[in-house]
């Protein structure tokens, strides 16, 4: 899902995010976050504890992309 930027704050804050796709057990998914904006900056939260083992992320700075096999991007999935 594209996200319009006037429904992100400026200030920390818990996004809410409702794909609406069909899941399966046993399946890999993949959530990323990125901008298309060329001023100011963002972030997201991450989990140093590395709740997900099977997970990892990826992060790019300078055009560079390094693999976070320790880390993990902090969210929580209801499947309805």
Not at 14 to 24: G, H, K, M
Not at 64 to 79: I, N, Q
């Amino acid at each position: 899902d594209t996200v319009p930027a006037s429904s992100i704050s400026w200030s920390p804050t818990t996004f809410v995010a409702a794909p609406n796709i069909a899941v399966s057990a046993g399946a890999g998914y993949v959530i990323v976050l990125a901008t298309t904006s060329t001023t100011g900056s963002y972030g997201w939260e991450v989990s140093d504890d590395n709740p997900y083992p099977g997970g990892g992320a990826l992060s790019q700075k300078a055009g560079v992309w390094t693999t976070e096999t320790t880390r993990d991007l902090d969210f929580f999935t209801t499947v309805m």
